[in-house]
């Protein structure tokens, strides 16, 4: 007996046909019983769990590790942020007194270079009355 490609589908292998019992409907659970968890595998998910929260319990701790550094890092750089700004302002200070030293000079240079012309003009017309 040789079967064909068709004959197939309809046969089981002790020879019943599949069509004569197959159900006309799905019988479905009540809509809360599918939701329910199983009660295999709670062994695993109590070691997934526990694994997750250790990971965030250590990344909790390494982060609040960092905070403690961020924050003693902070404190070194205010500190050296005021010794800076003491010497930035002792450097302002001498540069002020620089800048009115420099000027106070100019001004006894001026002072200085007017009595020299003024000599030179009584010279200059003492010159010119001797010569005259």
């Given at each position: ?17 599949v ?33 997750v ?17 961020l ?21 302002a ?30 010279a ?9």
């Open positions: 007996m040789q079967r064909t490609a068709e004959a197939l589908p309809e046969m089981r292998l002790d020879g019943e046909s069509l004569h019992e197959a159900p006309h409907r799905i019988d479905r659970p009540p809509p809360g019983d599918h939701l329910a968890r199983p009660a295999y595998g709670d062994s695993s998910r109590d070691a997934i769990k526990a694994i929260v250790g990971i965030s319990e250590q990344n909790g701790k390494a982060l609040a590790a960092l905070r403690a550094e924050d003693e890092l902070e404190q070194l750089m205010l500190i050296s942020a005021a010794k800076v700004q003491h010497e930035i302002d002792g450097h200070s001498i540069c002020r007194y620089v800048h009115e030293e420099v000027g106070r000079l100019h001004g006894v240079v001026g002072k200085m270079r007017q009595q020299q012309s003024e000599i030179v003009h009584v200059d017309g003492e010159h010119a009355r001797a010569s005259a």
